[in-house]
C-alpha cells in the first residue's frame, strides 16, 4: 500500500501564496503520477493538477493555470502545489492523490488518496 500525507494548508487572504506538500510513503514504486484534487463545500471534488514521473508532464484544470504550479519532488515520492493569486473560490480540502498511470483528471483513476488539506481563502 501507498500513505499520502498531505501538509500546507491554511487560512490566507485572497492575493496571498501557499505551498502545499504531499509525501508518499509505502509502496511508492507504484505510483507514476501524482496530482491535486479538491472539494470545495457543498460541491463535488475536482481535479486541480497533476505531474508525471519525471516532472515532464503537467496538467492544469483551467480554473487554476498561470496562478498554480505542481512540482515533484526529487525523490519522486513528494509533490507540491505553489498557489499564487488565491481567490476565494479557491477555498476547498485539498486532497493529493497518487496513481500508477499517466496524468488523468478523473479521480477514479487514481488509487491512493491522502486525508486532505483545508485552504480557506478569505475576501
Known amino acids: 500500500q501507498v500513505q499520502l500525507v498531505e501538509s500546507g494548508g491554511g487560512l490566507v487572504q485572497a492575493g496571498d501564496s501557499l505551498r502545499l506538500s504531499c509525501a508518499a510513503s509505502g509502496r511508492t514504486f507504484n505510483i507514476y503520477t501524482m496530482a491535486w484534487f479538491r472539494q470545495p463545500p457543498g460541491k463535488e471534488r475536482e481535479f486541480v493538477a497533476g505531474v508525471s514521473w519525471s516532472g515532464g508532464t503537467t496538467v492544469y484544470a483551467d480554473s487554476v493555470k498561470g496562478r498554480f504550479t505542481i512540482t515533484r519532488g526529487s525523490a519522486r515520492n513528494t509533490v507540491y502545489l505553489q498557489m499564487t493569486s488565491l481567490k476565494p473560490e479557491d477555498t476547498a480540502v485539498y486532497y493529493c492523490?497518487?496513481?500508477?498511470?499517466?496524468?488523468?483528471?478523473?479521480?477514479?483513476?487514481?488509487?491512493?488518496w491522502g486525508q486532505g488539506t483545508q485552504v480557506t481563502v478569505s475576501s
Open positions: 492523490a497518487a496513481s500508477p498511470g499517466g496524468v488523468t483528471t478523473i479521480p477514479s483513476q487514481y488509487n491512493y
